[in-house]
Each structure stands twice: as structure tokens, then as C-alpha cells.
Nanobody, 127 residues
Framework: QVQLVESGGGLVQAGGSLRLSCAASGRTSSTYAMGWFRQAPGKEREFVAIIRWSDGSTNYADSVKGRFTISRDNAKNTVYLRMNNLKPEDTANYYC????????????????????WGQGTQVTVSS
């Protein structure tokens, strides 16, 4: 089992920045990649970004490219999501997730590829 705990959410004005953290514990060596997803009220959960533990390669949703950066600290088993130039449409509950298995790249854009989930952290961007 892997436990994930997110932190760093909050209220920020449009154009501002936040950094989310996701601390992983347990059998973290069994995981291949970490992803961030978000879910706004009344909407489906959507992919935000992914990073692979081994080589640090990343992928982003088009809606956050150039504004968000995912990174990892292998020694701390922690993944970060730096969010710049935040917009009101970024308001959502943000979840981190861990994937145990290797899939083709596009599979990680769906939540079905992930085995463990955190409880989420709320990000609210005011206009």
C-alpha cells in the first residue's frame, strides 16, 4: 500500500501562484509514476500532470502547459506541483495519485491508470 498526503492548497487571486506537495509513504518503490488530477464542482476529474520517478519525464494537460510545473524529490518521496498565473478556471480540488504499472503514455491521462489516491487539497482562485 501507498499513502499519499497533499498539502499547499488555498485561496489565491488570479495571476497568483501556489505550490502543492504530495508526500508518499509506504511501498513507494512499487510505484512508477505520480500524477496530479483536479475536480471542480459538477465536473469530472481531469488530468493535470504526470512525472515518472525514474527519469523525471513529464506530461501536462494543454490547459496548464506553460503555467504549471510538476517535479519530484526522490529522497523525500515527494512530488510537487508549482502553479503560476492561476486563473479562476483552475479552481478545483487537486488530487495526487500513484501508478504502479507502465502503460503507453496516453493511458496516464485517465484516472484508471492510478492505484492510490490522496484525499485532495482545495485550490480556489478568485477573479
Amino acid at each position: 500500500q501507498v499513502q499519499l498526503v497533499e498539502s499547499g492548497g488555498g485561496l489565491v487571486q488570479a495571476g497568483g501562484s501556489l505550490r502543492l506537495s504530495c508526500a508518499a509513504s509506504g511501498r513507494t518503490s512499487s510505484t512508477y509514476a505520480m500524477g496530479w488530477f483536479r475536480q471542480a464542482p459538477g465536473k469530472e476529474r481531469e488530468f493535470v500532470a504526470i512525472i515518472r520517478w525514474s527519469d523525471g519525464s513529464t506530461n501536462y494537460a494543454d490547459s496548464v502547459k506553460g503555467r504549471f510545473t510538476i517535479s519530484r524529490d526522490n529522497a523525500k518521496n515527494t512530488v510537487y506541483l508549482r502553479m503560476n498565473n492561476l486563473k479562476p478556471e483552475d479552481t478545483a480540488n487537486y488530487y495526487c495519485a500513484a501508478a504502479r504499472f507502465v502503460y503507453s503514455g496516453s493511458a496516464y491521462y485517465t484516472d484508471r491508470a492510478y492505484d492510490f489516491w490522496g484525499q485532495g487539497t482545495q485550490v480556489t482562485v478568485s477573479s
